[in-house]
Nanobody, 125 residues
Framework: VQLQASGGGLVQAGGSLRLSCVAS????????MGWFRQAPGKEREFVAA????????GYADSVKGRFTISRDNAKNTVALQMNSLKPEDTAVYYC???????????????????WGKGTLVTVSS
């Protein structure tokens, strides 16, 4: 199983980044996919999740209206479009997969079956 996240980098506040995660080694189209992040000195937190067919999405309150999660089952990829970035969005971002059916809302990190290595996003003020 591999989850390879990319797209992180340094961006000024107010800017945009698009993260992408390519999955392999499991039945991607059957899995809920999620993005989580961990800032220095803080616990890993939920950012966004999407159901197996893209029909359900959910976001943390802190990113709602600014971030959009999407997936392409034909390409085994999940993306996170991040707009209006703020310095407090600075963190390592991880994509993760879970075989449980997603019905919306918050998704606990401990529920995820597989994790990628993460990509660093730094937002300067």
């Amino acid at each position: 199983v591999q989850l390879q996240a990319s797209g992180g980098g340094l961006v000024q506040a107010g800017g945009s980044l698009r993260l992408s995660c390519v999955a392999s080694g499991f039945a991607f189209r059957s899995y809920t996919m999620g993005w989580f992040r961990q800032a220095p000195g803080k616990e890993r937190e939920f950012v966004a999740a999407i159901s197996w067919n893209g029909g359900k999405t959910g976001y943390a309150d802190s990113v709602k209206g600014r971030f959009t999660i999407s997936r392409d089952n034909a390409k085994n990829t999940v993306a996170l479009q991040m707009n209006s970035l703020k310095p407090e969005d600075t963190a390592v971002y991880y994509c993760a997969a879970d075989r449980t059916l997603y019905t919306g809302g918050y998704y606990p990190s401990k529920a995820m079956d597989y994790w990628g290595k993460g990509t660093l996003v730094t937002v300067s003020s």
